[in-house]
């Protein structure tokens, strides 16, 4: 990379520079290796037909045409409207989830979008499985087993949003499944009473996480549904990929961090130590946003306003402030997530269930602008193993 190339970069903040006064051998400043590699694959992708194949599907160039959701600088714009004003604006996820399917934004806020379904829930699940991740499956598993046509089958899936908060917490859902809003479902399903600061924490949770563009489950929702499968076989495929430890077991991730950590005055000597093995610090440094993931100053700020007495949520603060300080790396949508479950006392693994529940309206948004689309999405594989060979003969029984 020529020098006027990456001072341009640095000057756009795409590339960062080094934690605090490190410097080369002969007094260089030192820039942040991921930064450039990244930026290199981008610009390899632009130079045929191989790069392309080998680098648009890591982090690379655009693969495939959608009015759902743009990223910019300033975060994900959906259908044009940027997710962070929609939260200081006040729209409540109702409305998001009314956007992203119909298009437009209401200006009355629309709650039937997900409140329209009965309470009941399918027959045969477990409340006492440990993870919100896995009610969620059983959930939908559930639900796909009931499911009778597939006219019915959108219906169904868009108004299963309505019975997701029983993954935050079973016991309590049956008190709150006639509730209007999904923000207050979620809190009395906690045991929480839904006050205005509540609500507020939590609309910005499901609003800001609702969709991403081709983020791994996004993307695993629209290769099912070219396929032709059902809107809660996209939803059951789509929770499988979030379930990994690199997408929503992120989450999780930063909660063993925080136990690890235990107590803010340790923060600092802790990603200390993590830095000096080079570990991964979870939470931290998203390859879309290099000045940092937008979505996660208002849902910390609210976190921080709201449970200011959580040890935990102490302990988090000062795990970012010792990460900006030490490795000059920003927060990421999951440690918001984290950060607002401290804020609410609720169990572990609710920053996971916030998540799933906001971005299922973004994968049936996917799902069905794939199958309007009306083509199965079958990528190929660039092969780099061995040249043809001859098959030899099996050896004769002995």
Same mark, same amino acid.
């Given at each position: 990379?020529?020098?006027s190339t990456?001072?341009?970069?640095v000057?756009?903040?795409l ?5 605090g ?13 991921e930064?450039?590699?990244r930026?290199e694959?981008?610009?390899?992708a632009?130079? %045929?037909?191989?790069a392309?194949a080998g680098?648009a ?8 045409d ?5 990223i910019d ?5 959906y259908?044009?409207f940027l997710? @962070?004003?929609?939260?200081?604006? %006040?729209?409540?996820?109702?409305s998001?989830?009314h =956007?992203l399917?119909?298009?437009?934004l209401?200006?009355?806020p ?7 379904i009965s309470?009941k829930?399918?027959?045969g699940l477990?409340p006492s499985t440990?993870?919100p ?6 959930l ?6 009931r ?5 019915? #089958? +959108? ?7 309505? =019975?997701?908060?029983?993954i935050? $917490?079973?016991? &309590?859902?049956l008190?709150?499944?006639r509730?209007? @809003? @999904?923000?207050?479902?979620?809190l009395?399903?906690l045991?929480?009473t839904p006050?205005?600061? *509540?609500?507020?924490?939590v609309? +910005?949770?499901?609003v800001?996480?609702? #969709? !991403?563009?081709?983020?791994v ?7 099912v549904a070219?396929? %032709? ?8 495929a +789509?929770?499988h990929?979030?379930?990994g430890?690199?997408h929503?077991?992120?989450c999780e991730?930063?909660?063993q ?5 235990? !107590? ?7 990603i *200390? !130590? ?6 991964e610090?979870?939470g931290f &440094?998203?390859?879309?946003?290099? *000045?940092?993931d937008?979505?996660?100053t208002?849902l910390?700020?609210?976190?921080l306003a709201l &449970? ?5 949520l102490? @302990?988090?603060?000062a795990? /970012?402030?010792?990460? $900006? ?11 918001g997530l984290?950060?607002?479950s ?15 529940i906001?971005?299922? +309206?973004?994968?049936?948004? !996917?799902?069905e602008e794939?199958?309007r689309a009306g083509?199965?999405l079958?990528p190929?594989a660039?092969y /780099? %193993? #061995?040249p043809?060979?001859?098959t ?5 029984? $002995?």
């Amino acid at each position: 990379m020529k020098a006027s190339t990456l001072y341009a970069y640095v000057s756009r903040g795409l590339v960062r520079t080094a934690k605090g006064d490190e410097r080369g051998k002969n007094g260089q400043k030192l820039y942040l290796r991921e930064d450039i590699e990244r930026l290199e694959k981008r610009a390899g992708a632009r130079r %045929g037909h191989a790069a392309v194949a080998g680098a648009a599907l890591d982090w690379g160039e655009p693969v495939l045409d959608s009015r759902i959701t743009r990223i910019d600088p300033e975060g994900p714009r959906y259908r044009g409207f940027l997710a @962070t004003d929609l939260v200081d604006r %006040g729209h409540p996820f109702e409305s998001i989830v009314h =956007l992203l399917r119909e298009g437009e934004l209401p200006v009355t806020p629309v709650l039937s979008a997900v409140a329209a379904i009965s309470s009941k829930l399918p027959v045969g699940l477990r409340p006492s499985t440990k993870r919100p991740i896995d009610r969620a499956t059983e959930l939908v598993a559930q639900l796909i087993f009931r499911a009778k046509s597939s006219r019915a #089958d +959108a219906d169904d899936a868009w108004k299963m949003l309505a =019975l997701l908060p029983w993954i935050v $917490r079973p016991s &309590g859902f049956l008190r709150a499944a006639r509730l209007p @809003t @999904t923000a207050e479902r979620i809190l009395v399903a906690l045991g929480r009473t839904p006050s205005v600061a *509540r609500q507020g924490l939590v609309n +910005a949770a499901l609003v800001l996480v609702a #969709d !991403h563009e081709l983020n791994v489950s996004a993307f695993t929702a629209r290769v099912v549904a070219s396929s %032709g499968a059902s809107l809660l076989a996209v939803v059951a495929a +789509a929770l499988h990929a979030l379930s990994g430890a690199a997408h929503g077991g992120m989450c999780e991730r930063i909660e063993q961090l925080v136990d690890t950590v235990a !107590h803010p005055e340790r923060a600092r000597a802790a990603i *200390r !130590h993590e830095a000096k093995l080079r570990r991964e610090i979870p939470g931290f &440094g998203h390859p879309l946003y290099p *000045r940092g993931d937008p979505r996660t100053t208002p849902l910390l700020s609210r976190a921080l306003a709201l &449970g200011g007495k959580s040890e935990k949520l102490a @302990t988090l603060d000062a795990v /970012v402030r010792a990460v $900006r300080a030490e490795l000059g790396l920003e927060p990421t949508i999951d440690l918001g997530l984290v950060a607002a479950s401290y804020a609410l006392r609720a169990p572990a693994g609710t920053g996971t269930a916030l998540f799933a529940i906001g971005r299922t +309206a973004g994968w049936l948004a !996917h799902a069905e602008e794939q199958r309007r689309a009306g083509y199965l999405l079958r990528p190929r594989a660039r092969y /780099v %193993g #061995d040249p043809p060979r001859e098959t030899p003969p099996p050896s004769p029984p $002995r």
